[in-house]
């Protein structure tokens, strides 16, 4: 894999996709978190050494800029304390030189541990658990080269704390490659957190990669118990996926934010993501979201009911679509026949608030 031997590598533009996910994603997360907590908690558990071979920025020099180059930085009341992990002494050293360089305010604090990430995070962990505390509101990224040393187990104590939310970088292609290599076993059983992975060795090409994306989406859901667990594989032009991310939250604002984040790569044009929500119909989207088949599977799913707009926006939450009002209105405006947008008297037609009501078909 690229960059695996050096200290610092090149920058590929799907490194750089991820980065703009992270970027516009701890944008919108920063602002909120700050304004009801006194401090928040930003952990990279697979750091790298903070910068590529031509100078471009790595992910925690990105997600202390989000912080400090903010236009609301000055308004955020809390602390941000950074946990920068990163095993490999090069890099870490690499990365210690690119923070000092960087002025810091009072507001923030960095740590950085040349450690393994479970290592760091179980220290930190029972740490947590000895004084009976919590977590201050964390996001953590988790973004390795490989399939090693992110056991299922360290994400269900992470996401036990009340706020927490963790991104994970989940290299399907590379799984795909040495599933069979047994010295993996190990490392996959912790990875899902189960042994089921191995009904895949039964399965080969494309149906393979959806099986394993769709097991760990399940354990991120059914064990480690994240409210929101989405994924957005991320293709290649060639429709070839080279990793997926997948976020896992229990804040219906944070999936909605993260939703903006990925659809921002999406509209670079280069990339597209796929929505694997049901596997035998994998749908990908480009430029514009396909809201026909959104209609269509709120149709399936409330077919002769009324439902509140909250409902459905809660049930738009559960899939790749983000909550946007104007292609409901426009289809009701062409009386489309899967619903009726219903507001009481005297409210416009068309209004979609928390009070309408729409009927489906
Ligand atoms: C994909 S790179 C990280 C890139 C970085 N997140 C970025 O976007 O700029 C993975 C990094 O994790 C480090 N690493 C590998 N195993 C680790 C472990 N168990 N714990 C912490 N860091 C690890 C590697 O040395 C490498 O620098």
């Given amino acids: 894999m690229a960059g695996e031997e050096k200290t610092v590598w090149d920058l590929d533009p799907h490194t750089r996709a991820k980065h703009v996910i992270l970027r516009k994603y701890l944008n919108a997360w920063l602002p909120k978190l ?33 912080y400090l180059e903010h236009d609301y930085q000055s308004r955020m ?12 002494p090069k890099r870490c050293a690499r990365l210690e ?47 390795p080269f490989g399939v090693s040393g992110v056991p299922l187990e360290m994400i269900v104590r992470l996401m036990k704390h009340p706020k927490s939310e963790v991104l994970i970088t989940c290299m399907l292609s590379y799984i795909q490659r040495f599933i069979s290599t047994p010295e993996f076993e190990k490392h996959m059983d912790r ?21 394993l994306r769709m097991l760990y989406q399940r354990q991120l859901e059914s064990v480690v118990g994240a409210k929101y667990v989405r994924h957005f594989t991320m293709k290649d032009v060639k429709n070839k996926t ?12 944070g999936m909605d934010a993260m939703k903006e984040a990925m659809w921002n790569v999406d509209q670079s044009g280069a990339y597209a993501f796929s ?18 088949r959104l209609f269509d599977l709120l149709c399936q799913r409330f077919h002769g009911t009324e439902q509140r707009w909250t409902d459905i926006e809660e049930a738009i939450r559960q899939t790749p679509f983000r909550i946007r009002k104007l292609p409901f209105r426009e289809a009701a405006k062409l009386k489309d026949p899967r ?7 005297g409210i416009r037609s068309g209004t979609l608030n928390d009070d309408t009501v729409v009927r489906f078909a």
Avoid: M
Avoid at 77 to 88: C, N, T
Avoid at 129 to 134: I, K, M, T, V
Avoid at 202 to 211: A, K, L, M, P
Avoid at 275 to 286: G, I, V
């Fill in 34 to 66: 700050t304004r009801w907590n006194g401090r928040v908690v930003i952990c990279d558990g697979f750091a790298g050494p903070g910068i590529y071979s031509q100078g471009e920025e790595g992910s925690p020099v990105i997600a202390l800029k989000a």
């Fill in 191 to 211: 990875l899902f957190g189960c042994a089921d992975w191995r009904q895949a060795l039964e399965i080969v090409g494309q149906e393979r990669e959806s099986f």
């Fill in 242 to 253: 080279i990793y997926d991310l997948f976020f896992a939250t229990n804040s219906a604002s």
């Fill in 77 to 88: 009341k809390a602390d941000v304390k950074y946990l920068f992990i990163e095993s490999d």
């Fill in 275 to 292: 929505d694997a929500t049901d596997p035998a119909q994998e749908t990908l989207f480009t430029t514009e979201p396909d809201w026909n």
């Fill in 97 to 143: 030189q690119v923070i000092d360089e960087i002025e810091l305010p009072k507001t923030v604090d960095v740590s950085i541990f040349n450690e393994r990430c479970e290592g760091a995070l179980t220290h930190l962990l029972d740490f947590l658990d000895e004084r009976q505390s919590h977590l201050a509101p964390s996001f953590t990224f988790i973004d």
């Fill in 339 to 345: 619903f009726t947008i219903i507001n009481r008297k």
